[in-house]
């Protein structure tokens, strides 16, 4: 097993890495939209915090020599569903291949973002 990092994508905010890697696969952590230059969320709708998850993660998967279209499984935690359809919107351009996929709402995120995201790609 193998721990990957790459400074284009906000460092953990935990004990947890960035994203694994195992095998033919990689792991990341869920990401949420912390931009990685300042370390802040600074995006306040679900389609800029959509873009900047969407862009980290894209990073650490480039970083460990994958990519989102060799995504095979994401796991999507929206802080709201009502939310659904503008974070498809955004999620769609992204994850082109259209890997298996699980979306629920949950109560809060951390540093309560609207948005977090975590894939499964092949390495």
């Not at 906000?10 to 033919?24: M, R």
């Not at 931009?35 to 873009?51: L, R």
């Not at 894209?58 to 970083?63: Q, R, Y």
């Amino acid at each position: 097993m193998e721990k990957m990092y790459t400074k284009n994508a906000p460092d953990a905010i935990g004990p947890y890495s960035q994203a694994v890697k195992t095998g033919s696969l990689i792991f990341t952590s869920g990401q949420i939209a912390i931009n990685p230059a300042s370390g802040n969320v600074e995006a306040t709708t679900i389609e800029e915090q959509t873009e900047q998850v969407c862009k980290n993660l894209k990073n650490i998967l480039e970083n460990a020599g994958s990519s989102l279209e060799k995504a095979v499984k994401t796991v999507c935690f929206l802080k709201n569903m009502e939310d659904f359809t503008a974070f498809n919107q955004v999620y769609g351009k992204y994850f082109t291949e259209k890997p298996a996929r699980s979306c629920v709402a949950v109560k809060q995120l951390p540093k309560d973002v609207l948005v977090e995201v975590e894939v499964i790609a092949e390495a």
